[in-house]
């Protein structure tokens, strides 16, 4: 019998382009997926990955061991949503939902939205990782997770395969943080072209919140100078008030200020960015997923109002 753990490894490194990339998206070590896939080779007595300059692609039969296997773990996620249906006929909603979200969305709101549905739907079962958004749509859509949340900024959209369906939540906006002795501290609103010049801290290349900085600076020359990297916006935030940086950094998640700071708005559309719940359409009919995505939708209207 066909192991279904290693297909969905499998697809993993289809979709990542390499077993070191599928085994951070699935959570393992790239020997463990190596061997589940080795597996699979033995149990359908075929090649499935070849080598390929440094990495792997699929041969022929991986491919159609992929393509053919969705419909087949699309039905059996179906088969699960209709078994959590007749499970809760009694008003109780079980079962697991495996949750995906960036940092500051679990600061900001998923804390209290895991707070909220361990109270009322106690048979729920809710795991949850941090993710970047690009990985959080592979992992809902290659079934590994069952819910997303995810942003986008400046309204730049986000490739979404069609198996996934986005939900609109709200929309977040970004200030930039200057020391309160900054020549621009007392201004209303600042503009990109103003703070050409300054020293920036920034998260990683990799992340979007870099690339949407970038793209805040979209026709002015040489900016922005980033000269501190950091993943914690708490540190962003020291390092302004130490007047070694400035910053720009979402309201969501993001507490007070505290003293010696100040947010200030910045102009232009690409200072904000629209958050999202995604799920795959074979789970619409899931109790869990829509008690899950309730609490969601409700908690992230309060934060909008």
Partial sequence: MIDLEAVISLRAVAMQGSVVAAATTLGYTPSAVSQQVKRLEKETGVALLERAGRGVVLTEAGTRLVVASTPILADLERLRADLHVTAAEDARVVGEIRLAAFSTVVRGLMTTVLTDLAERHPGLALSLRESEPWESIALVASGQRDLGIVHRWGGVALAMPDQVVATPLFTDAADVILRTDHPLATRDVVHP?????????????????????????????????????????????????????????????????????????????????????????????????????????????????
């Fill in 193 to 305: 072209e103003e703070l050409a010049g300054e020293k920036w801290v920034a998260t990683f290349e990799s992340t979007i919140c870099r690339q949407w900085l970038r793209r805040l600076f979209d026709g002015v020359p040489n900016a922005p100078r980033i000269v501190h990297e950091s993943m914690e916006f708490e540190n962003h935030l020291e390092l302004a008030r130490a007047g070694l940086a400035v910053a720009l950094i979402p309201r969501l998640g993001r507490g007070e200020l505290g003293p010696g700071v100040v947010a200030i708005p910045t102009a232009g559309p690409a200072s904000t960015r629209d958050v999202l719940a995604i799920h795959r359409r074979t789970q619409a009919d899931s109790p869990a997923l829509r008690a899950t995505l309730d609490s969601v939708i409700a908690h992230a209207a309060h934060l909008a109002s």
